[in-house]
């Protein structure tokens, strides 16, 4: 059995999350208070034993604005539906890719098109780790 990845220890003040929200139009004038500190663990897990983030390499999900860098949630428990966006391991290789499903046929498809989409036969496994439910990223 695998170790489960440890929840990263909270800081010791986790910052405060602003109770007015941010217009993507025309500005608004913002509140002078906050509410609760934000907890990322709190706002993006919704399953911490069966949960890990992961750092993505690479450019094949930027379709999906995912992009290289950014770290994924992923939640083990949930079990992968056509269309999840998952984690799964192909040839012992770990990959970031939509689960795609037509009747009999399975295959894992990127979002940008430099790339093929891997599709599955009678002699491939295909062994999804976990769905992907969230995205952090930093903008510089």
Known sequence: MKPRPKKPPAPKTLPPLATA??????????????????????????????????????????????????????DKSLQARGNDIVIASVGGEFTVKFLRRRGARVSLEAANPAYKPIVFNSEMELQVWGVATGLVRRFS
Not at 43 to 50: I, Q, S, T
Request: hydrophobic residues 45%.
């Open 21 to 74: 929200s941010v217009v993507a139009g025309f500005p608004s004038p913002a509140e002078q208070y906050a509410e609760n500190p934000l907890d990322l663990n709190e706002l993006m897990v919704r399953n911490a034993p069966a949960t890990f983030y992961v750092r993505v390499s690479g450019d094949s999900m930027n379709g999906a604005g995912i992009l290289n860098g950014d770290i994924l949630v992923v």
